[in-house]
Each structure stands twice: as structure tokens, then as C-alpha cells.
């Protein structure tokens, strides 16, 4: 038997008294009396509270991600993609983070969702506002789902913004230009709000990054960044997909889509759709 393991830590009451006085704490700095008193089944079932706790998780992590993309947007716009790369990994491990959780909620059958699926009404994920704002600011402009927030000020407002901004790929491409890239006005000047159109002259831009890296090398890890982030997002919309057909089959979603037909529908959505189609031109 080795005698050196410890059963218990040394601590006397003194180190870890605290008091008011103190000041701040462990649950005042992180606000848990308001975080943990925020989950209100409207069910008596067993699962309502896990399903209640991954939403929530999950727009904490959405705020993170969206504080962390309009950071990394911003500094393209300064033309300093180092610290921006580095958002944007952060953001690539969230998404992995966020993936992982569909194997949680997965524990979830049928029988177990469909106890207390009456209770959510027409409330559904289309009504997240965050999740909406992280897509516009990714490059996924598609208006007409601002228009669920109409009658939510606060919603609305950061909707709205991140709508009417610049995506991420905008400000890579003007970011590209400024490097001594040349693309057409209606790429580096367009109309924020509209959809962005893949181009000929973009994907030619790409290719010649890949094609000659020691000359374009920021450009070309920058584009590698992008690849990887759309990459989690793409897995992440799997997952829900395939967790959704698991829970609730075929059957209409609460927030009024065909439901799992929807979410495949939205597979097919490419954020950075050049950097994609430009492999097969390499
Ligand atoms: C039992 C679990 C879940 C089911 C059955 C489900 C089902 C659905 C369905 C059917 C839709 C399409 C919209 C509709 O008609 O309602 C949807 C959209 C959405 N869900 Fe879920 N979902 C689940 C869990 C989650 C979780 C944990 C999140 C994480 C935040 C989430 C986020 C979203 C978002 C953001 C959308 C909008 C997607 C888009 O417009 O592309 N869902 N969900
Ligand atoms: N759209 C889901 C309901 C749902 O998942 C949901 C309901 C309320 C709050 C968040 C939800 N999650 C994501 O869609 C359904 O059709 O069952």
C-alpha cells in the first residue's frame, strides 16, 4: 500500500472562510443565483429539465461565439488576421463542443420528448436570436428569418445588425483586395442584406492563393480557418438533423417547417461557397 495518497487536501476553515465582506464570490462574480434559478419546467417529466439545461447551454455558447466572430470580423477589417485566426479557432472548438452535445440530448427517446412536446407550443429554434445573428454574421443572409423577431425589441435589434453588417467572407474578400487581390465592385461593395452569389472571379482569387501559398500565405491559412469553420457549422446542423429524425421522425416542427425536411434542406447551404468549389480546380 502506498501511504503517500492523500484521502483529503489540508485546508484549515480559515482558508476557505468567506464572508460579505470579502467581496465578491464565487457565486456573485458568476451571477448563479440568476443562471440556476432560470430553468422552469412547464412539465412534470423527468427530461424537460435537460432539455431546458442544452438550450441554455447552448446560447451561452452562442454568445461566446458571436462576441468572438464580431471581434474576429472586425480585426479582418483592420487587416489583422493573426488575433482573428485565433477567434476563429476558439469558435471551430465551441462547434465541436456544441456537436458533442446532440449525443446528450440523444439519450432523450421518442416516448420521453413526445411527454412534454405539447407544452412548447409554437415555440422552436427558429425563434433564436442569437443563432440567426451568428448565421448572418457567417455569410447565411436569408431576411425573410429576421422577421420572426418583429415583435421582440431586443432581438430584433441584434438581428437586425448583424443582417444589415458586413459577413466574415464579405470582409475576407475585401481583406483580399487590399492584399493586391482584384475582384469586381459588386463582391467587395454589394448589398450587405442580399444573399451573396458565388462568383467566377472569386473562385479564380482562391485558387490562385492555393496555388502560389508563399506569396498569398496569410490569405491562404486564413481561407484554411474558414474551411474548418464551416466545416463544425456543416456538423453541427448534421447532428441536429439526424437527432431530430431520431426524437420526431418525419413530423412538422413547432415553429411551422416541415421539420427534419427543413433541416436537410439547410445542408445544402454553403457559407464561403468558393473555397469549396475551387478544390476541384486546383
Ligand atoms: C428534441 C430536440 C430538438 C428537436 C425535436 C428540434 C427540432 C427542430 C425543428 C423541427 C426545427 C425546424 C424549425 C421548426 O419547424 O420548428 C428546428 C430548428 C432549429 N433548432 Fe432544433 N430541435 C431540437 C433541439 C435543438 C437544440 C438543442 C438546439 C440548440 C440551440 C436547437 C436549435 C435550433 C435552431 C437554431 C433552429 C433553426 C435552424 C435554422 O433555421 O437553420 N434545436 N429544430
Ligand atoms: N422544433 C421542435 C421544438 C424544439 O426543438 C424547441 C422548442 C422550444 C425551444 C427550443 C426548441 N429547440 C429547437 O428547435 C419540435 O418541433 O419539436
Not at 113 to 133: C, E, H, M, W
Not at 215 to 223: N, T
Not at 254 to 270: D, F, H, N, P, Q
Amino acid at each position: 500500500m502506498n501511504d503517500s495518497f492523500k484521502t483529503s487536501v489540508d485546508l484549515s476553515d480559515e482558508d476557505i472562510h468567506w464572508s460579505p465582506e470579502d467581496g465578491l464570490s464565487y457565486g456573485s462574480y458568476l451571477q448563479l443565483d440568476r443562471i440556476l434559478s432560470a430553468q422552469l419546467p412547464l412539465s412534470e417529466e423527468h427530461d424537460e429539465l435537460m432539455f431546458i439545461v442544452i438550450h441554455q447551454a447552448s446560447e451561452l455558447w452562442l454568445k461566446l461565439c458571436l462576441h468572438e466572430l464580431d471581434a474576429a470580423i472586425a480585426r479582418v477589417a483592420d487587416g489583422d488576421t493573426r488575433p482573428a485566426m485565433k477567434m476563429l479557432a476558439r469558435i471551430a472548438r465551441i462547434q465541436e463542443n456544441l456537436t458533442q452535445s446532440w449525443s446528450v440530448l440523444a439519450t432523450m427517446t421518442p416516448s420521453d420528448y413526445l411527454s412534454f412536446r405539447d407544452k412548447l407550443g409554437q415555440s422552436s429554434g427558429f425563434q433564436s436570436a442569437q443563432y440567426r445573428a451568428f448565421e448572418y454574421r457567417l455569410g447565411n443572409k436569408n431576411p425573410a428569418l429576421a422577421r420572426v423577431f418583429e415583435n421582440e425589441s431586443d432581438a430584433s435589434a441584434l438581428v437586425e445588425r448583424a443582417l444589415a453588417a458586413p459577413s466574415l467572407y464579405d470582409e475576407t474578400l475585401r481583406f483580399a483586395v487590399r492584399q493586391g487581390m482584384t475582384l469586381p465592385r459588386s463582391v467587395t461593395h454589394r448589398e450587405w442584406r442580399e444573399p451573396y452569389e458565388p462568383s467566377e472571379a472569386v473562385e479564380a482569387m482562391w485558387r490562385e492563393v492555393y496555388l502560389d501559398t508563399s506569396r498569398w500565405w496569410e490569405l491562404y491559412e486564413f481561407a484554411e480557418k474558414l474551411v474548418d469553420l464551416e466545416q463544425k457549422f456543416q456538423q453541427w446542423r448534421f447532428n441536429h438533423m439526424k437527432t431530430v429524425e431520431r426524437i420526431i421522425g418525419f413530423r412538422r416542427g413547432t415553429g411551422g417547417s416541415g421539420g427534419v425536411s427543413y433541416l436537410v434542406k439547410a445542408l445544402e447551404i454553403r457559407l464561403f461557397p468558393e473555397l469549396w468549389t475551387v478544390r476541384t480546380q486546383l
